[in-house]
C-alpha cells in the first residue's frame, strides 16, 4: 500500500494525467477578509453606529432650519426665531449654545411654544437662559409646565422681562406694533381677535399642540395668520426613512413635523429643542427654526 504526500498509508497517488486534490480556498492574496466576512460585520455594526447616533450624537447637535414665508408686498422683512419644547433637565451647557444660536441669528422677536420643563426644579435654569436672549420672547405653556406645576407667574414675569409676554390665551403686539402674537392655552379660539381693516400687523399664533390649527379652521370668522407655530410633536424623536416617526404623542394628529399648509396659514411644527422619556434622537435633531416673514 503506497504512502501519500502526508505520510499516510492507504490512499493512493494520483497518476499520470489524473487531476490531483483540489486546493484549499483561500481570499485572494491571502486575506482574512472575505466580501461575506465583510457584509457579515457590515450589518453587525449598523445597529451599533444607529444607536450610538441617537444616544450620542444627535441629541446635542443642534440644527438652524429656515423657512421662508415671505410675501410679495412691500412691507419689510421680519425675522421671527421659534424655539419649542426645551425640557430642560439643567444642562446649562447644552441650553448655552441654544441662547448663543438664537442671539447669533439677529431675530425681531422669539416665540416659544411651550413645555420649559419637565420638573419645577429646573423652571429657574431655564428661565436664567432664557433672560439672555437679546430681543423680546413671547411664549406659550405646554402640557409639562402645566404638569411640572411650574408658578406661571414667576414665568410671566421673566418673558416680560425681556421685554415680550407670557400668553395663556392671550394676544399682544410688539412695541412698534408691527406684529400680533396670538397665544393659546388649548381652550378654544375666542380670545383671538377678528382681523382689522388697515391693520397692517402680521399675525402670528403660538400653539403648543399642532391639532390646534383644526380648531382656528373651524372659527366661524375667516380668521388669517401669517404663520401658525407648534410644537410638542418633537418630530417623534426617532424618524425612519420613508416612514417618518415611530410613534407621536396625543394632539399632534396629522401634524408631526415641518411646514404644513393649513385653511387659516402656514403652520410650522418644529422637532424642538429636549427630549421626553428617553434621551434619544434619530433622524430627528433638535433644532432653532429661523422664519422670515
Not at 2 to 15: E, F, K
Not at 37 to 60: Q, S, W, Y
Not at 202 to 208: D, E, P, S, T
Amino acid at each position: 500500500m503506497a504512502a501519500d504526500d502526508t505520510g499516510r498509508s492507504g490512499g493512493r497517488t494520483a497518476g499520470a494525467g489524473e487531476p490531483g486534490p483540489e486546493p484549499v480556498a483561500e481570499a485572494p492574496g491571502g486575506h482574512w477578509m472575505t466580501r461575506r466576512r465583510f457584509l457579515k460585520i457590515a450589518a453587525a455594526a449598523v445597529p451599533a453606529v444607529c444607536a450610538a447616533d441617537a444616544l450620542l450624537v444627535e441629541p446635542g447637535w443642534l440644527a438652524v432650519r429656515r423657512v421662508d414665508l415671505r410675501r410679495a408686498d412691500s412691507r419689510p422683512a421680519m425675522r421671527i426665531v421659534h424655539l419649542t419644547d426645551l425640557h430642560h433637565k439643567g444642562n446649562e451647557g447644552f441650553l448655552e449654545r441654544v441662547i448663543s444660536t438664537v442671539n447669533s441669528l439677529g431675530p425681531d422677536a422669539v416665540c416659544f411654544t411651550g413645555d420649559l420643563v419637565e420638573e419645577e426644579r429646573h423652571l429657574a435654569g431655564a428661565l436664567a437662559g432664557l433672560a439672555k436672549i437679546e430681543t423680546p420672547v413671547y411664549g406659550v405653556p405646554g402640557n409639562h409646565d402645566h404638569w411640572s406645576g411650574a408658578d406661571f407667574g414667576t414665568i410671566a414675569r421673566a418673558f416680560e422681562a425681556t421685554g415680550g409676554a407670557w400668553l395663556v390665551d392671550a394676544e399682544a403686539r410688539t412695541a412698534d406694533g408691527s406684529l400680533l402674537i396670538s397665544g393659546s392655552d388649548d381652550n378654544g379660539t375666542a380670545f383671538i381677535s377678528a382681523p382689522q381693516a388697515g391693520d397692517g400687523a402680521r399675525r402670528v399664533v403660538l400653539a403648543h399642540f399642532p391639532v390646534f390649527a383644526d380648531e382656528l379652521a373651524r372659527d366661524a370668522r375667516a380668521l388669517a395668520f401669517d404663520a401658525i407655530l407648534a410644537g410638542h410633536s418633537h418630530g417623534g424623536q426617532v424618524r425612519l426613512p420613508f416612514a417618518g416617526a415611530l410613534k407621536v404623542p396625543y394632539n399632534v394628529g396629522v401634524y408631526d413635523l415641518g411646514l404644513y399648509p393649513t385653511p387659516t396659514g402656514p403652520m410650522y411644527v418644529s422637532a424642538g429643542i429636549g427630549w421626553w422619556y428617553l434621551p434619544v434622537r434619530f433622524l430627528c435633531r433638535p433644532e432653532v427654526v429661523v422664519i422670515e416673514l
